[in-house]
């Protein structure tokens, strides 16, 4: 089946930890994205990258990293900067090909202890 | 900066209604608009993309439209069920915004038996 996987579903964090968040996409998708939804707040952009070996910055990229080293991977990296980081993270991809619809994985919850 | 309200916030109706959850944006200069819906602990369905040239999109039970120049969408359900219960996203992609979705904050809807 075509999709987006993350793995973990559950990720547990303690103080001054770096974790990193896995996206996988077998779409074929150029651009793949990564956003944190908190509640009450809608989803909010970290980074995105539109093709292998480049990304950008989203809303609040502080405290997080990226790389794109295959068109299928976009592993998301939670450093010890980030000050908040419990939250659910999606991870969606898109082709433009298909008007730019977004389609999401099914997120992974980080918990900071 | 453009900005997505969807109102209500919450929303809870008796089997068998049809409902109208409503979106409007603030920069009219959009690509396209989607919907999405999101069940608790989940990742986001893709239900429906308008794109800018269009005024509406169907998919079953569900009826989505767009009025750029009021700044607006609608996303219709007719014959509620208890299945469609989830909380429910607009996402608007701005003409020449580097892909990016800017997503309201939702409706939580809640369909009763």
């Known amino acids: 089946d075509g999709g987006i996987t993350q793995s973990p579903k559950y990720l547990f964090r303690k103080e001054g930890q770096n974790v990193t968040l896995s996206c996988e996409q077998n779409?074929?998708?150029?651009?793949m994205y990564w956003y944190r939804q908190d509640p009450g707040q809608g989803l909010r952009l970290i980074y995105y990258s539109q093709i292998v070996n480049d990304f950008q910055k989203g809303d609040i990229a502080e405290g997080y990293s990226v790389s794109r080293e295959k068109k299928e991977s976009f592993p998301l990296t939670v450093t010890s900067a980030q000050k908040n980081p419990t939250a659910f993270y999606l991870c969606?991809?898109?082709?433009?090909?298909?008007?730019?619809?977004?389609?999401f994985g099914p997120g992974t919850r980080l918990t900071v202890l | 900066k453009q900005e997505v309200t969807q109102i209500p916030a919450a929303l809870s109706v008796p089997e068998g209604e049809n409902l109208v959850l409503n979106c409007s944006f603030t920069d009219s200069a959009i690509y396209n608009l989607q919907w999405f819906r999101q069940d608790p602990g989940k990742g986001l369905t893709s239900l429906l993309l308008i794109q800018s040239s269009q005024r509406e999109q169907t998919s079953g039970r569900l009826n989505a439209s767009l009025d750029k120049s009021s700044g607006r969408s609608t996303l219709y359900i007719a014959a509620s069920q208890p299945g469609d219960s989830a909380t429910y996203l607009c996402?608007?992609?701005?003409?020449?915004?580097?892909?990016?979705?800017?997503f309201g904050t939702g409706t939580q809807l809640k369909v009763e038996l």
């Open positions: 996402a608007v992609l701005l003409t020449g915004g580097g892909n990016k979705l800017t």
């Open positions: 969606a991809s898109t082709a433009k090909r298909d008007y730019n619809e977004q389609f």
């Open positions: 779409l074929n998708h150029d651009a």
